[in-house]
């Protein structure tokens, strides 16, 4: 059985940094996509970073320039390097990940339980 479990949230100040981790317990062949998102209280979810199989990303506007997702390789842990934080960054952080599990291309999709970020000014 596959679960993602993030890492690496806590309290910051503005104008820190934090760095997030999404990992995978079990056994898995390697990460396709993983997406990062956050909900801050009272709003909805958002996209905030993507990477996708092939290495590329997309990040929304407001975390562009701030925050950095990257892998270094295909299994690994994927991070989440959060720059220049500002209050409006405090949010519920979840991976959502698509992972495949064997050669015959059965794959995975899952979110972890989520990692809290505060940011204060």
């Known amino acids: 059985q596959v679960q993602l479990v993030e890492s690496g949230g806590g309290l910051a100040q503005s104008g820190g940094s934090l760095r997030l981790a999404c990992d995978a317990s079990?056994?898995?062949?390697?990460?396709?996509?993983i997406d990062w998102y956050r909900q801050a209280p009272g709003k909805e979810r958002e996209l905030v970073a993507v990477?996708?199989?092939?290495?590329?990303?997309d990040y929304a506007d407001s975390v562009k320039g701030r925050f950095t997702i990257a892998r270094d390789n295909a299994k690994n842990p994927v991070y989440l390097q959060m720059n220049s934080l500002k209050p409006e960054d405090t949010a519920v952080y979840y991976c959502n990940a698509e992972v495949l599990l064997s050669e015959d291309g059965t794959t995975w999709n899952g979110w972890g339980p989520g990692s809290q970020v505060t940011v204060s000014s």
């Open positions: 079990g056994s898995i062949l390697r990460f396709n996509s």
């Open positions: 990477i996708s199989r092939d290495g590329s990303t």
